[in-house]
C-alpha cells in the first residue's frame, strides 16, 4: 500500500519523497476537519456521531427511536478519560460486517440515494481513532439483527496505515429476548467543563425538540465548576420522553434524477450496466427518464436507441451527456426525503419555549442538481421563551443588536451548533439582512426564535464536521421565502395584538371621560 | 477493492447494503468541503491549487518564481469550458513519479514536518477530477528536474473507483536548454462573470503582496460585461514583477516535536524504527530530546534505558506516552518555518496600498500541540488607501460599521479570501470586538487594512478547501498581541499627527491676532 520513492534533483540539492497517504491516516491527521479538534469538542463530536447512527439505524427504518446516551469516567487515575457509550433499539448490524462498518474509514451504507444523517462513511470511526490515539482503548460494541439469535461482541481498533480492523475480541452469546439494537461504546481523552456540558446537552435538547417520537435518555457527569471528577462522582441525567407515536414517513431510496448526475458517473454507471440498449439503460437506471423521454434524448445525442450502451464511444457518451442536460425533466422526486412536518415543529417549539405566538411551514419539495430538498422552518414568539432559551442560543443573541434572532439550525434532522455565522440560513435570518425591524414591524428589544431545517438527499455542507450548509442559491431561495411567510403571519398577529392594546386603551380613555360626558 | 455484502433484516423488511468508497470516490462525491462547490468557484479553486504548487516547487527549495497562469476558452463550441494552465521554473517532477502524484488522491510530498502550502495531497487532484467530470478533458503536464536531459508529457486521468491514474499519452523530448519546472493543464467547466474574475485577480494580487520575490503574471479572458465569450476573445494580462532578488529563508524539514506526537504515532514510530535502544530511539526520532532527557523519561516510566523498542508491550508504551507528557521540553524549533518577515510586509502594503502609515511585525515563534507556529502582521492607514483597496476587502467593509477593518489573511503565505467571519483572524480583529475606536483613538470614518500572516507546520484549517482557521488558543493570544502592538504605533502616530495638526491651528490663530497685538 504505502510507496515510498525518492526524487533527488542534484542541481538544487533537493531531494523529495513521495508517500501514498491511506483515507484512515488522512483524518487521523485532519482529525480537527471532522470535528475533532480539541478534547472538548471531541466528546461533543462522538456523542454525535453515535446518535446520529442510533437514529439513522432506527428512525430511517420504521423504528421507534429509543437512545440511552451515558458519559462517564471509569478510570479514577485518569480523570480526563470518558466512556461514551450509546445505546439504541435499531435494525443491528450483522456480525461479519461489524469490523469493516467500524474499522474502515469511508466503509458506509448511506451512500446511497436517500435522506440519512450519516453521509461520509466517516463518524464512528473517527472516535473510534481519537479514542485509540488519546487513550489507546479499543471499541467495543454489541450489536444484534432482529433475525439473528445471537448477540455479537466484538472489540477493535483501526489500523491506521492501513485502514482496516484490528479485532482484539469477540465473541455471541444465545439470544433470550427479542432485542435488536447496538450498543457502541469508546473511551476518548476528554475535557469536561461548562462548555461541553452546554453544547452536549443542547444537542440532546434540540435532537429531541424535532424529535418528539424518540425517547432519548442523557446520562452524563454532575458539572461542579470543578474541572476533575473526585472519586465518587454525582451523575445528571436528562430524560426526553416520547410525546407521539407517529414517526415521519421513512425515506425510500431512488433512482438518482438525471440532473443529478455528471460525465463520468454516466460513464461508470455505463462500463457496469448490464442493459441490451441504451434506451433501456436510460429508463431503467434513472428517474423520471420514460419510454419517450429515453428517445427524445437519443434522438438529440444522435444516437440510435437499440445501440449495446457498452458500445459508446467516449464522443458518444460525451453528446449522451450534454443532450441529457438539454432536456426538460419532471423535478426529483421526494420519496428519498423525510421532512419533518408542520405539526411536529410547531410542537417541538411549544413545548420547549412556551411562546406567545407559534406557527412553522413544510415547503414544497424543490432540487438543486439534482438533489431534491425540502425547506422547513417554525417560528416563535413572546411568552416565556426568552427565559426558556438554550445556553448556546442566549450566547449567539448576545452579540446582536436588537430585534434579536435566536436561530435553531437543522440539515437531515441534525441540530447545527458550530459555525452558525458562516451558515446559508444565518445569512439569511440575520438581523442586518432581513429586515425584522421595519418590514416586520418587530421592536428592537424583541426576540424571536426561527427555526430551518433542510432536508435533502446531499446537503451541501461546507465540511465533513457537519456544522455548517455552504451557499446554494436554490436552498438559500427556498429559506428565504419559508423565513418571509413565517415573519408575514407573525406581523399579522403582533399588527392585530397592537391594534387591540391600542382600541383597549382608547376604551379605557373612553370610559375615563363617560362621566363627563354623560 | 469494493465489496458489497447485503445484510437482510426481515423482521422490519430491511435491506442494508454497505460499500467501502476509495478516497478518490468520497472527494469526487464531496467536491464542495475541497472548494469545488460551483463552477465559478472550481475555476478560482484550480487556479489556487496549480499556484500553490508552483510557489511550493519554487520557493521553498530556494528557486525565485516565474510563474504564468493562463486561463482561456479553446473550445468555441463550449464558451463555458475555461483551460487553465499554470507554468513555474520549479524542481519539476521526476517521470516515474508523474501518473501517481497527480492521478492518486492523497499521493503528496507534503506530508513532512515542513511548512508547504499543500497539505492534503488533494489539490492537484480536485481540479483534475472536476474537469474529467465536467469536460471529459485528461489533464496534461509537461515537466522535467534539473538533473534530467528530457522533458516529459503525460495525458492522465484518475480512474475514481480505483484511486488511481489512467495514463493515455506519454512522450519525451530531448532538452535543448537548461529549462526545469511544470506546465499543468486543465480544462474544466467554469462561469466566467465579474466575481469569478475578481476573485482570482485578488488572490493572484495579494499573493504577489507578500512575495514581492516572485514574477508572476496572470492571463485571462476580458470581461466586458457578458457572460459569454464571443469568438475571438481578447484577454486581460496582469504582471507582478518580482521587486527584490532576496527570498525569505526556505523552510527546513526537522523531526517532530515531542509534544506534537499521539500515542498511536509512538507506536507506530517504535514499530517501524530500527535502533537498537529505547534511549537511543528517543534520542534519534525528535527534536528536543537529548541524553539527559531521554533518561529523565524513561526513569518516570520505569523503562529501562536499553531495553529494544521492539520489545515493549502496550502498558509500557502507554507509560512512556505519559512520561513524556508530563516533562519539560524546549518549545518547538522554528526552522520548519519560513516567515515573510517585517521588511517584505512592508514592501508589499506600501506598494500596493500606498498608504500615509505603514508598519509590520514578526512576532517569536510559538508553538500549539508540538507545531511550531510565527504570527506576523501589518498595518496601513490613510493616504490612498481606501482608493487602492481591492474588490474583496472593499465588499468585506461595506457591511461593518465604522472603523472599517479591511483584513487581509494569509497562512503559509496562501491569501484567504473565503469565509472570513468564520476565520479565528477576523474574531479577534474585527471592530466589535478590538477597541480600534476607544482605545487606539480611530474615527468611525476610518479605514485601516490589517494583514495578519500565521505559519505554520500544520496551520488548523477548518476544512480542506484551505479557507479559514479553526480557534486555537496559542495561535488567538499571538494574533492577539501582534495587532495589539500594531494598533498601539499606529494610535501613537495618529495622536502625534493630531498634536501637529492641533499646534499649526493655534498657530495659525495666533497669527491672525499677531497684527492686533503688536
Ligand atoms: N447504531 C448503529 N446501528 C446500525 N448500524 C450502524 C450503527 N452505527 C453504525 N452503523 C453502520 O455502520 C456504518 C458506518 O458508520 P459511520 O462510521 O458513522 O459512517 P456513516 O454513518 O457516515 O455511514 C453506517 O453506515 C451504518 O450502516
Ligand atoms: N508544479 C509542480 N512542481 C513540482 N512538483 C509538483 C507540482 N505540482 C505538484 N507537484 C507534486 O505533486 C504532489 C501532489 O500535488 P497536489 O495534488 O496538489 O497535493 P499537495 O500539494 O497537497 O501535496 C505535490 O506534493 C508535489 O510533490
Ligand atoms: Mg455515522
Ligand atoms: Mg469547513
Ligand atoms: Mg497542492
Same mark, same amino acid.
Not at 448490524?93 to 436517500?114: C, E, Q, T, V
Not at 467516449?314 to 419533518?340: C, N, Q
Not at 416565556?384 to 434579536?404: C, H, M, T, V, Y
Given at each position: 500500500?504505502?510507496?515510498?520513492?525518492?526524487?533527488?534533483?542534484?542541481?538544487?540539492?533537493?531531494?523529495?519523497?513521495?508517500?501514498?497517504?491511506?483515507?484512515?491516516?488522512?483524518?487521523?491527521?485532519?482529525?480537527?476537519?471532522?470535528?475533532?479538534?480539541?478534547?472538548?469538542?471531541?466528546?461533543?463530536?462522538?456523542?454525535?456521531?453515535?446518535?446520529?447512527?442510533?437514529?439513522?439505524?432506527?428512525?430511517?427504518?420504521?423504528?421507534?427511536?429509543?437512545?440511552?446516551?451515558?458519559?462517564?469516567?471509569?478510570?479514577?487515575?485518569?480523570?480526563?478519560?470518558?466512556?461514551?457509550?450509546?445505546?439504541?433499539?435499531?435494525?443491528?448490524?450483522?456480525?461479519?460486517?461489524?469490523?469493516?462498518?467500524?474499522?474502515?474509514?469511508?466503509?458506509?451504507?448511506?451512500?446511497?440515494?436517500?435522506?440519512?444523517?450519516?453521509?461520509?462513511?466517516?463518524?464512528?470511526?473517527?472516535?473510534?481513532?481519537?479514542?485509540?490515539?488519546?487513550?489507546?482503548?479499543?471499541?467495543?460494541?454489541?450489536?444484534?439483527?432482529?433475525?439473528?439469535?445471537?448477540?455479537?461482541?466484538?472489540?477493535?481498533?483501526?489500523?491506521?496505515?492501513?485502514?482496516?480492523?484490528?479485532?482484539?475480541?469477540?465473541?455471541?452469546?444465545?439470544?433470550?429476548?427479542?432485542?435488536?439494537?447496538?450498543?457502541?461504546?469508546?473511551?476518548? !481523552?476528554?475535557?469536561?467543563? #461548562? +462548555?461541553?456540558? @452546554?453544547?452536549?446537552? &443542547?444537542?440532546? =435538547?434540540? $435532537?429531541?425538540?424535532?424529535?418528539?417520537?424518540?425517547?432519548?435518555?442523557?446520562?452524563?457527569?454532575?458539572?461542579?465548576?470543578?474541572?476533575?471528577?473526585?472519586?465518587?462522582?454525582?451523575? !445528571?441525567?436528562?430524560?426526553? #420522553? +416520547?410525546?407521539? @407515536?407517529?414517526?415521519? &414517513?421513512?425515506? =425510500?431510496? $431512488?433512482?438518482?434524477?438525471?440532473?443529478?448526475?455528471?460525465?463520468?458517473?454516466?460513464?461508470?454507471?455505463?462500463?457496469?450496466?448490464?442493459?441490451?440498449?441504451?434506451?433501456?439503460?436510460?429508463?431503467?437506471?434513472?428517474?423520471?427518464?420514460?419510454?419517450?423521454?429515453?428517445?427524445?434524448?437519443? =434522438?438529440?445525442?444522435?444516437?440510435?436507441?437499440?445501440?449495446?450502451?457498452?458500445?459508446?464511444?467516449?464522443?458518444?457518451?460525451?453528446?449522451?451527456?450534454?443532450?441529457?442536460?438539454?432536456?426538460?425533466?419532471?423535478?426529483?422526486?421526494?420519496?428519498?426525503?423525510?421532512?419533518?412536518?408542520?405539526?411536529?415543529? =410547531?410542537?417541538?417549539?411549544?413545548?420547549?419555549?412556551?411562546?406567545?405566538?407559534?406557527?412553522?411551514?413544510?415547503?414544497?419539495?424543490?432540487?438543486?442538481?439534482?438533489?431534491?430538498?425540502?425547506?422547513?422552518?417554525?417560528?416563535?414568539?413572546?411568552?416565556?421563551?426568552?427565559?426558556?432559551?438554550?445556553?448556546?442560543?442566549?450566547?449567539?443573541?448576545?452579540?446582536?443588536?436588537?430585534?434579536?434572532?435566536?436561530?435553531?439550525?437543522?440539515?437531515?434532522?441534525?441540530?447545527?451548533?458550530?459555525?452558525?455565522?458562516?451558515?446559508?440560513?444565518?445569512?439569511?435570518?440575520?438581523?442586518?439582512?432581513?429586515?425584522?425591524?421595519?418590514?416586520?414591524?418587530?421592536?428592537?428589544?424583541?426576540?424571536?426564535?426561527?427555526?430551518?431545517?433542510?432536508?435533502?438527499?446531499?446537503?451541501?455542507?461546507?465540511?465533513?464536521?457537519?456544522?455548517?450548509?455552504?451557499?446554494?442559491?436554490?436552498?438559500?431561495?427556498?429559506?428565504?421565502?419559508?423565513?418571509?411567510?413565517?415573519?408575514?403571519?407573525?406581523?399579522?398577529?403582533?399588527?392585530?395584538?397592537?391594534?387591540?392594546?391600542?382600541?383597549?386603551?382608547?376604551?379605557?380613555?373612553?370610559?375615563?371621560?363617560?362621566?363627563?360626558?354623560?
Amino acid at each position: 500500500m504505502v510507496r515510498d520513492i525518492s526524487a533527488v534533483d542534484t542541481m538544487t540539492e533537493n531531494v523529495e519523497s513521495f508517500r501514498q497517504l491511506s483515507p484512515s491516516e488522512f483524518f487521523y491527521r485532519n482529525k480537527e476537519i471532522a470535528g475533532f479538534s480539541s478534547p472538548s469538542r471531541a466528546l461533543y463530536q462522538t456523542v454525535r456521531e453515535f446518535v446520529e447512527n442510533s437514529l439513522d439505524a432506527t428512525e430511517v427504518h420504521g423504528i421507534l427511536p429509543n437512545v440511552v446516551i451515558s458519559i462517564s469516567r471509569e478510570d479514577s487515575s485518569n480523570p480526563n478519560y470518558f466512556t461514551v457509550s450509546v445505546e439504541d433499539n435499531g435494525i443491528g448490524i450483522p456480525s461479519n460486517i461489524i469490523p469493516d462498518a467500524f474499522g474502515r474509514i469511508l466503509y458506509s451504507s448511506k451512500y446511497k440515494f436517500r435522506q440519512t444523517r450519516g453521509m461520509y462513511g466517516l463518524g464512528a470511526k473517527m472516535a473510534i481513532l481519537y479514542g485509540q490515539i488519546t487513550t489507546g482503548k479499543p471499541f467495543e460494541i454489541y450489536s444484534s439483527t432482529s433475525r439473528s439469535n445471537k448477540i455479537f461482541y466484538y472489540k477493535l481498533s483501526v489500523d491506521i496505515r492501513k485502514n482496516e480492523p484490528i479485532v482484539f475480541e469477540e465473541g455471541a452469546w444465545e439470544k433470550k429476548t427479542s432485542w435488536h439494537g447496538t450498543i457502541a461504546k469508546v473511551t476518548i !481523552e476528554g475535557d469536561w467543563n #461548562k +462548555r461541553t456540558r @452546554d453544547y452536549i446537552s &443542547v444537542y440532546v =435538547k434540540r $435532537t429531541a425538540i424535532i424529535a418528539p417520537y424518540a425517547d432519548i435518555t442523557l446520562i452524563m457527569p454532575k458539572f461542579n465548576g470543578e474541572q476533575e471528577g473526585n472519586g465518587e462522582e454525582e451523575s !445528571e441525567i436528562v430524560c426526553y #420522553k +416520547r410525546v407521539t @407515536d407517529k414517526l415521519p &414517513v421513512p425515506p =425510500k431510496e $431512488t433512482k438518482p434524477h438525471p440532473l443529478g448526475i455528471d460525465l463520468e458517473m454516466l460513464k461508470m454507471s455505463i462500463s457496469e450496466s448490464k442493459n441490451k440498449t441504451i434506451k433501456d439503460f436510460l429508463m431503467k437506471n434513472f428517474q423520471r427518464i420514460g419510454e419517450k423521454k429515453a428517445e427524445e434524448i437519443l =434522438k438529440i445525442a444522435g444516437i440510435d436507441f437499440d445501440r449495446n450502451p457498452k458500445n459508446l464511444n467516449d464522443k458518444e457518451i460525451e453528446a449522451l451527456y450534454k443532450s441529457i442536460k438539454s432536456v426538460d425533466f419532471i423535478s426529483p422526486s421526494p420519496d428519498p426525503l423525510s421532512p419533518i412536518g408542520e405539526e411536529l415543529i =410547531k410542537i417541538g417549539l411549544k413545548q420547549v419555549l412556551n411562546p406567545e405566538f407559534v406557527d412553522a411551514i413544510t415547503r414544497k419539495p424543490k432540487s438543486y442538481g439534482g438533489h431534491p430538498f425540502i425547506v422547513e422552518a417554525g417560528i416563535a414568539y413572546g411568552g416565556k421563551l426568552s427565559e426558556n432559551l438554550d445556553e448556546i442560543a442566549r450566547d449567539s443573541i448576545k452579540g446582536q443588536s436588537g430585534p434579536f434572532i435566536a436561530l435553531l439550525r437543522y440539515a437531515n434532522k441534525i441540530p447545527l451548533l458550530y459555525d452558525e455565522k458562516a451558515d446559508l440560513i444565518w445569512s439569511v435570518v440575520n438581523p442586518d439582512d432581513f429586515n425584522w425591524k421595519n418590514t416586520y414591524k418587530l421592536d428592537p428589544s424583541d426576540i424571536v426564535v426561527v427555526l430551518v431545517h433542510i432536508a435533502s438527499t446531499k446537503v451541501p455542507y461546507k465540511g465533513v464536521g457537519k456544522e455548517s450548509i455552504a451557499q446554494v442559491e436554490e436552498i438559500r431561495k427556498e429559506v428565504e421565502a419559508a423565513v418571509q411567510e413565517l415573519a408575514r403571519r407573525l406581523r399579522k398577529y403582533i399588527v392585530k395584538k397592537r391594534k387591540r392594546e391600542e382600541a383597549e386603551e382608547k376604551f379605557r380613555i373612553f370610559l375615563k371621560y363617560i362621566p363627563e360626558v354623560a
